[in-house]
């Protein structure tokens, strides 16, 4: 009695979230007896996670006609648009950004908010000065341009105002400038006044340097006729 017990409570008890596995419906298994002369068989090869790691990469270095066709239209449109100020600026993942309210305050002060992608970004820049930007197209990425040197200030005065955007580099007439660079810029009144000024100031340069060549000359000549009438 005691044995018949034991055994009675070994019975294993099997949980109803694993459910038994059932075959498959007899006319599923007619269908597919009747078609496997007609289709082929399908090969599963198995690769090691490195080699598909490797190949999405390559896969993803690939641009459809579709990115092509986008790139050369934004191409097109930057250098008819004669751009002479550009920046790449960051997206911060702050909550609550409104991009169309951005897109439309930064229109209003002259500056053009863009934003094609990283992948679409690297192949307009390819082949040309602003290839160098690649590096900072990390993550997610939005371009402000401008026609005037005046951008600058404005693109930082305007980024300042929102906390989910982050100027990196600014491009100004095919020239990378640094941050602390353009900040200095930004803080003066006027770049065509700080052009207007160093005019100015090689301009009294050039005719000082001129008054001092006329006064050494007339030295040299009174010397010279010192010597003269000495001699």
Same mark, same amino acid.
């Given at each position: 009695?005691?044995?018949?017990?034991?055994?009675?409570?070994?019975?294993?008890?099997?949980?109803?979230?694993?459910?038994?596995?059932?075959?498959?419906?007899?006319?599923?298994?007619?269908?597919?007896?009747? &078609?496997?002369?007609?289709?082929?068989?399908?090969?599963?090869?198995?690769?090691?996670?490195?080699?598909?790691?490797?190949?999405?990469?390559? /896969?993803?270095?690939?641009?459809?006609?579709?990115? &092509?066709?986008?790139?050369?239209?934004?191409?097109?449109?930057?250098?008819?648009?004669?751009?002479?100020?550009?920046?790449?600026?960051?997206?911060?993942?702050?909550?609550?950004?409104?991009?169309?309210?951005?897109?439309?305050?930064?229109?209003?002060?002259?500056?053009?908010?863009?934003?094609?992608?990283?992948?679409?970004?690297?192949?307009?820049?390819?082949?040309?000065?602003?290839?160098?930007?690649?590096?900072?197209?990390?993550?997610?990425?939005?371009?402000?341009?401008?026609?005037?040197?005046?951008?600058?200030?404005?693109?930082?005065? /305007?980024?300042?105002?929102?906390?989910?955007?982050?100027?990196?580099?600014?491009?100004?007439?095919?020239?990378?400038?640094?941050?602390?660079?353009?900040?200095?810029?930004?803080?003066?009144?006027? &770049?065509?006044?700080?052009?207007?000024?160093?005019?100015?100031?090689?301009?009294?340069?050039?005719?000082?340097?001129?008054?001092?060549?006329?006064?050494?000359?007339?030295?040299?000549?009174?010397?010279?006729?010192?010597?003269?009438?000495?001699?």
């Amino acid at each position: 009695m005691i044995g018949r017990n034991l055994l009675a409570l070994q019975t294993r008890a099997v949980s109803s979230k694993y459910p038994r596995p059932t075959p498959r419906h007899y006319k599923r298994r007619l269908f597919e007896a009747a &078609l496997q002369p007609e289709v082929p068989q399908i090969q599963k090869t198995c690769v090691s996670p490195d080699f598909a790691y490797r190949q999405k990469i390559e /896969e993803s270095k690939k641009y459809s006609e579709v990115e &092509l066709a986008l790139a050369n239209l934004v191409k097109q449109w930057l250098t008819n648009g004669e751009f002479r100020v550009m920046a790449v600026c960051q997206f911060l993942p702050v909550p609550g950004r409104t991009l169309w309210f951005a897109k439309n305050q930064l229109r209003s002060k002259n500056i053009e908010f863009r934003n094609y992608g990283n992948k679409i970004l690297k192949k307009v820049f390819e082949g040309t000065p602003m290839s160098s930007l690649d590096v900072v197209l990390v993550g997610s990425n939005a371009i402000l341009l401008g026609k005037d040197l005046s951008a600058i200030k404005s693109i930082i005065q /305007e980024a300042d105002k929102l906390n989910w955007l982050e100027p990196l580099v600014i491009m100004a007439d095919n020239r990378i400038l640094s941050m602390e660079f353009a900040r200095n810029l930004s803080k003066l009144t006027s &770049l065509e006044d700080l052009r207007v000024e160093t005019s100015q100031i090689l301009g009294q340069q050039t005719a000082q340097f001129s008054q001092t060549l006329d006064q050494a000359t007339r030295q040299l000549s009174g010397l010279l006729d010192v010597y003269q009438q000495q001699k």
